[in-house]
T-cell receptor, first 114, second 113 residues
C-alpha cells in the first residue's frame, strides 16, 4: 500500500502568478482534503472532495480551487498568488467521510510567494 | 476564532520521564478528538483519538485524557523517548460530524537523552 504523495516538494512563485499543486491519494481512498499550514500555525482546512465532488470548504477565497480525479489524484489550484499564500500545503486522504476515518497526510508542498 | 487551543508552543523533557501535552477547546459540539504527530519534512501522522463518551484512551505509551466539563484534553507519553521529539497537534472534526479537522497550533516536544 503506497502512501500519500505530493508534488512538487518546494515551489517559488511571484505575486500574481498561478500555481497547481498535486496529490496522489492512497488507492481506494475516496476522500481528499487540502490544508494550508502557515508558519507557526496548525493546518487550516481549505476544502474537501469526495468522489470528485466538493464536499465542504473552509474560509478561503474562490481563487483557491480544486479537482479530484477518478485515479485517486487531486489538484489544488491557486490563482492571483499573494504573499500570504506562502505556506506548507498538505493533502490528506481517507476511505470515506466518517469522523472516525483516519486521514493520511502527504509530506506537503512548501510554497514561497515573492 | 480559535476553536482548538494549544497554549504551550514547546515542551522539553528528559528521556524516560512523562510528557504531558495539553489542549483546550471552545466548541461544546465537538465529540471526537485526535492527536497527530509531525516530524520535519513529513506530513502529520495520526497518533491516538478519543470519543466524548470516554474520558481516557490508551495505546501503548500514549494515553489521552478528556475532561468534557473543562473542555480540556491532554496527551501523556510515558516513558518519553528521543524519537518522540516532534510537533504534536490536537484536532477535532468541525461541527456537523465531517472529517474537516480543526487543528491547534501545535506543541513542539523535545525529549533529551
Amino acid at each position: 500500500e503506497t502512501g500519500v504523495t505530493q508534488s512538487p516538494t518546494h515551489l517559488i512563485k511571484t505575486r500574481g502568478q498561478q500555481v497547481t499543486l498535486r496529490c496522489s491519494s492512497q488507492s481506494g481512498h475516496n476522500t481528499v482534503s487540502w490544508y494550508q499550514q502557515a508558519l507557526g500555525q496548525g493546518p487550516q482546512f481549505i476544502f474537501q472532495y469526495y468522489r470528485e465532488e466538493e464536499n465542504g470548504r473552509g474560509n478561503f477565497p474562490p481563487r483557491f480551487s480544486g479537482l479530484q480525479f477518478p485515479n485517486y489524484s487531486s489538484e489544488l489550484n491557486v490563482n492571483a498568488l499573494e504573499l500570504d499564500d506562502s505556506a506548507l500545503y498538505l493533502c490528506a486522504s481517507s476511505l470515506g467521510l466518517a469522523v472516525q476515518e483516519t486521514q493520511y497526510f502527504g509530506p506537503g508542498t512548501r510554497l514561497l510567494v515573492l | 476564532d480559535q476553536q482548538v487551543k494549544q497554549n504551550s508552543p514547546s515542551l522539553s523533557v528528559q528521556e524516560g520521564r512523562i510528557s504531558i501535552l495539553n489542549c483546550d477547546y471552545t466548541n461544546s459540539m465537538f465529540d471526537y478528538f485526535l492527536w497527530y504527530k509531525k516530524y520535519p519534512a513529513e506530513g502529520p501522522t495520526f497518533l491516538i483519538s478519543i470519543s466524548s463518551i470516554k474520558d481516557k484512551n490508551e495505546d501503548g505509551r500514549f494515553t489521552v485524557f478528556l475532561n468534557k466539563s473543562a473542555k480540556h484534553l491532554s496527551l501523556h507519553i510515558v516513558p518519553s523517548q528521543p524519537g518522540d521529539s516532534a510537533v504534536y497537534f490536537c484536532a477535532a472534526p468541525a461541527s456537523g460530524g465531517s472529517e474537516k479537522l480543526v487543528f491547534g497550533k501545535g506543541t513542539k516536544l523535545t525529549v533529551n537523552p
